[in-house]
């Protein structure tokens, strides 16, 4: 068996000639593709480097950190949305000191994103937004990431996940608006 895995980062042998981000691990029975989950890129990146390519190819499974098509997207927004708002009462404003306010402002205003307008919204989500907002300036677009990318490769391959999006969501949501606001802060 062979597959692609975009998950985990290991040493292993590079052609010299090439430079690519791709690792390969093999036992006696089966050949294993490693690669970093890198979530936004330009679109310029591709085409990937040959080699990278033709793992894929070879590969009959595909296991990324987590399936963003495992569900459809309305659902998938839903199950965001759920986890990233506030219950009815709460804001986002409501939840800081006036100090983490006016540091979160500054933030919003060099990502160019209305403060009005996240009101509703968890910290860790406001961070997702803002980190949005900047790597698009960059060029930088989730539909062009890794992850992505050979998800839509993978029609004729197995498809894993080594986590779900919801568990990812739920462990992001668990953090508290302090620890989430350091996150964002970071960005």
């Known amino acids: 068996a062979v597959g692609l895995s975009l ?8 052609e010299p000639s090439s430079k690519h981000f791709l690792w390969q691990v093999d036992s006696a029975t089966t050949r294993v593709y490693l690669m970093g989950s890198i979530h936004m890129l330009r679109q310029d990146v591709y085409p990937l480097a040959p080699v990278i390519e033709e ?8 296991v990324l950190e987590a399936d963003p098509f495992a569900a459809p997207q309305e659902e998938l927004q839903q199950t965001v949305m759920a986890y990233a708002t506030y219950p009815d009462g709460q ?10 306010y006016f540091e979160l402002q500054s933030v919003l205003l ?13 910290p860790w989500y406001v961070t997702t937004m803002v980190d949005q907002a ?18 839509s490769k993978a029609k ?5 996940e080594l986590e ?3 568990a990812q969501l739920q462990l992001l949501a668990s953090f508290s608006d302090q620890e989430q606001l350091l996150m964002m802060l970071w960005v």
């Open 134 to 151: 900047l790597s698009n300036r960059l060029g930088l677009r989730p539909e062009y990431g890794i992850d992505y990318y050979f998800r």
């Open 156 to 160: 004729q391959k197995e498809v894993k």
């Open 55 to 62: 793992a894929f190819a070879a590969s009959d499974v595909l």
């Open 110 to 122: 060099e990502a160019g994103i209305p403060s009005k307008s996240v009101q509703q919204y968890q």
């Open 7 to 14: 998950a985990s980062s290991l040493p292993a042998a590079e």
């Open 91 to 100: 804001t986002l404003q409501s939840q800081l000191s006036e100090q983490e």
């Open 164 to 166: 779900s999006v919801e």
